[in-house]
């Protein structure tokens, strides 16, 4: 019996809503149960928002108070900070840029402190792993110049004497712990530590130039202060000051 029900319902056709009778066609579609079922959660949104939208004003403290109700007013329905007078002389500004250009100039002496070190650890190589700077040798007569072999002097094979970093000596070479330590992958490992050491070198050479255009920029406004008649002779852009020419004073 129960084989003879599933049978029965494998051949009934499946339901579908009915369409728009034909004397209603000018009141447009029919609405299905799904165009129902998003009218009806748009709507309820909607109730839950002004409900808790009401709730809130109801909670309100009406003796609440924060300062921009004072330090700001309303003009055509927007909401306008006041101007606030500004409360400092001129000697009091002086004095704070004064502070100002010191700390600037302490955090870029720090800066290039630091960028020398790190010149000195990483030798300043090139694209090409050669040297910048020339070393000069010295020897007695020009007899010797003219038979000069530099991978003799140094004590090092041909191929090694255009490196500045990591140049073994012949004696070195042969032994078994250098043959063993110049290995591909740490070989690899060096050259990606050595990279990220230059990634890090190249940002604080931007850093202290950009402290510097900022003691520049700084000292440039205090100067201002100083002196009435001045004339403009360069716009102030993202890599340099301003440049003003002064009258200049005889001082007394």
């Given at each position: ?77 927007v909401h306008i900070g006041k101007n606030k007078e500004e409360e400092m002389t001129e000697e009091q500004k002086k004095v704070m840029r004064t502070q100002d250009i010191k700390y600037v100039e302490m955090k ?53 004497v255009d490196r500045v970093f990591n140049r073994p000596t012949l004696k070195a070479l042969e032994t ?77």
């Amino acid at each position: 019996m129960s084989s003879f029900r599933k049978a029965l319902k494998s051949r009934q056709r499946n339901h579908h809503e009915r369409s728009q009778p034909g004397f209603r066609k000018h009141l447009g579609l029919l609405e299905k149960k799904k165009d129902y079922k998003l009218r009806a959660d748009d709507y309820h949104k909607k109730q839950n928002t002004l409900a808790a939208l009401r709730k809130k004003a109801l909670d309100k403290n009406p003796d609440e108070f924060y300062y921009n109700m004072i330090s700001s007013q309303l003009q055509d329905g927007v909401h306008i900070g006041k101007n606030k007078e500004e409360e400092m002389t001129e000697e009091q500004k002086k004095v704070m840029r004064t502070q100002d250009i010191k700390y600037v100039e302490m955090k870029r002496v720090a800066e290039a402190a630091k960028i020398e070190r790190m010149k000195g650890e990483l030798h300043l190589l090139d694209a090409d792993s050669k040297q910048k700077n020339k070393h000069t040798f010295f020897v007695d007569s020009k007899v010797k110049v003219q038979s000069f072999d530099l991978a003799n002097h140094l004590d090092t094979a041909p191929e090694l004497v255009d490196r500045v970093f990591n140049r073994p000596t012949l004696k070195a070479l042969e032994t078994k712990s250098i043959q063993g330590a110049v290995d591909p992958y740490s070989m690899m490992k060096l050259a990606k530590q050595r990279n990220h050491q230059y990634k890090i070198l190249t940002q604080r050479i931007d850093r202290e130039k950009k402290l510097f255009v900022i003691s520049q920029k700084i000292q440039t406004r205090k100067d201002l202060q100083d002196k009435n008649k001045k004339v403009k002779v360069k716009k102030e852009t993202p890599n340099a000051a301003a440049i003003y020419k002064f009258d200049t004073k005889r001082k007394r």
